[in-house]
């Protein structure tokens, strides 16, 4: 007997409680996904303190975090990180949002798996330019860009968008160290 799995609406994901969870609906298959950890909070700070000044320097638009999210055809999911224009026109709905031109997620034990497949290929088909894959367990960043090889990065990061006049560049340590004392964090 064949099991019938429930596909998800963006309406029952909208009616769902606001209980710590984030709750994001990829191709109606709904995705639960518990509070993130301090390592995961940490590296997704010091990544906002490397992107922010560029994307702003660079008239990149603006770093959203989670409650940002980008809505395509049936799905609506909450990235750690993106950077794209700010949104204009209709302000009371996501889906008019422009698409990103970079997406982040910091892997989490719970995450990494649907990070590496759903939402690496969602990302792909709604456009989105670049997207980083960032894995504190191997200190590395994971570039995947529409058409070319994946990157795997565990020195030096190079990110130039579409339009900017200068390449962003920082040494991937950066994410996982600590600024004051050079040390590694777990």
Known sequence: MATVTKRWTLDELHALPEDGNKYEVIRGELLVTPAPTPTHETVSARLIRILMPY????GLGLVYFP???????????????????EHEGDSTTWASAPIPSLIVEVFSPSTKRRDQNQKRDLYLAAGV???????PERRAVIVITRDQENRVVLEEMTWQP??????????????FESRATGKARP
């Not at 994307?55 to 660079?58: A, T």
């Not at 330019?129 to 894995?135: C, F, H, I, K, S």
Request: charge should be negative; aromatic fraction near 10%; avoid cysteine.
């Open 55 to 58: 994307v702003e320097r660079e």
């Open 67 to 85: 409650r940002a999210v980008l809505q395509f055809e049936d799905s609506e999911v909450e990235p750690d990180l993106m950077v794209r224009q």
């Open 129 to 135: 330019a670049e997207y980083w894959m960032v894995d």
């Open 162 to 175: 579409v339009g900017a006049s200068a390449p962003l560049v920082f040494p991937v340590a950066r994410v």
